[in-house]
C-alpha cells in the first residue's frame, strides 16, 4: 500500500536480508521489500538469481515520506552500511547479485546520487573508488515471502548474527537521528 506523498528509493549493496534490516529502522521509512532488479530474466527466484546467469541483483524498494527522511539521508545510510568499493562482492557474499548499486526513480534521485558518490570519493571516505552502479530503474521484482523481514524474523541464524546485526548495530550507532521511535 503506497502512502500518500511517499517516494520510492531502491539500492542494492550485497544480500538483501542486510539492507533491509538496516532501512526498517530508519525515520520515514514506510515499508522496505526486497527483491530482484537489473536482470534480464523476468520473474527470476532466489535460486536463480545465486545462480548468477539472470544478471539481477539482490535489492530492496524503500518507500519512504521525504518530509521525514531525505533521499541523500538514505543514500548516507546505504554507503555507510555495505562497501559499495568492491565490484560483485560484499564480504564473503560474491557475485553479481550482490553489486553496489542505486536504481534511481526519478532524475533527482540520479542527479543525488552522482553528486554523493563525487563528494564520498573526494573526502577520501574509503580506501578505493567507489564502484556503485547508478542506473534508470528497471522492473522491479519482489523476493519470495520468506525473504521479507528475514533479519526480524531470524535474528539468531548464523548469517544474521554475524553479518546483518552489525551492519544494523552501526546503523543505529552512526545514525541515532535518523532511526525510528
Same mark, same amino acid.
Given at each position: 500500500? /503506497? =502512502?500518500?506523498?511517499?517516494? +520510492?528509493?531502491?539500492?542494492?549493496?550485497?544480500?538483501?536480508?542486510?539492507?533491509?534490516?538496516?532501512?526498517?529502522?530508519?525515520?520515514?521509512?514506510?515499508?522496505?521489500?526486497?527483491?530482484?532488479?537489473g536482470?534480464?530474466?523476468?520473474?527470476?527466484?532466489?535460486?536463480?538469481?545465486?545462480?548468477?546467469?539472470?544478471?539481477?541483483?539482490?535489492?530492496?524498494?524503500?518507500?519512504?515520506?521525504?518530509?521525514?527522511?531525505?533521499?541523500?539521508?538514505?543514500?548516507?545510510?546505504?554507503?555507510? /552500511?555495505?562497501?559499495? /568499493? /568492491?565490484?560483485?562482492r560484499?564480504?564473503?557474499? =560474491?557475485?553479481?547479485?550482490?553489486?553496489?548499486?542505486?536504481?534511481?526513480?526519478?532524475?533527482?534521485?540520479?542527479?543525488t546520487?552522482? #553528486?554523493?558518490?563525487? #563528494?564520498?570519493?573526494?573526502?577520501?571516505?574509503?580506501?578505493?573508488?567507489?564502484?556503485?552502479?547508478?542506473?534508470?530503474?528497471?522492473?522491479?521484482?519482489?523476493?519470495?515471502?520468506?525473504?521479507?523481514?528475514?533479519?526480524?524474523?531470524?535474528?539468531?541464524?548464523?548469517?544474521?548474527?554475524?553479518?546483518?546485526?552489525?551492519k =544494523?548495530?552501526?546503523?543505529?550507532?552512526?545514525?541515532?537521528? +535518523?532511526?525510528?521511535?
Open positions: 500500500m /503506497t =502512502v500518500p506523498n511517499s517516494s +520510492l528509493a531502491t539500492f542494492g549493496g550485497g544480500c538483501f536480508w542486510c539492507a533491509e534490516a538496516v532501512f526498517e529502522e530508519a525515520a520515514g521509512v514506510s515499508s522496505v521489500v526486497s527483491g530482484y532488479a536482470g534480464h530474466v523476468p520473474h527470476p527466484t532466489y535460486e536463480a538469481v545465486c545462480g548468477k546467469k539472470t544478471g539481477h541483483a539482490e535489492v530492496i524498494r524503500i518507500e519512504f515520506d521525504p518530509a521525514v527522511i531525505s533521499y541523500r539521508d538514505l543514500l548516507n545510510i546505504h554507503f555507510a /552500511t555495505h562497501d559499495p /568499493t /568492491t565490484p560483485n560484499q564480504g564473503n557474499d =560474491v557475485g553479481p547479485q550482490y553489486r553496489s548499486v542505486i536504481f534511481f526513480h526519478a532524475p533527482e534521485q540520479e542527479r546520487a552522482r #553528486e554523493t558518490i563525487a #563528494e564520498l570519493n573526494a573526502a577520501g571516505i574509503f580506501p578505493g573508488p567507489i564502484v556503485t552502479e547508478v542506473a534508470p530503474i528497471p522492473e522491479f521484482y519482489p523476493a519470495e515471502g520468506y525473504h521479507q523481514g528475514y533479519y526480524r524474523q531470524n535474528p539468531m541464524q548464523p548469517y544474521c548474527a554475524f553479518v546483518t546485526g552489525p =544494523v548495530a552501526k546503523f543505529r550507532e552512526k545514525f541515532a537521528h +535518523l532511526r525510528k521511535d
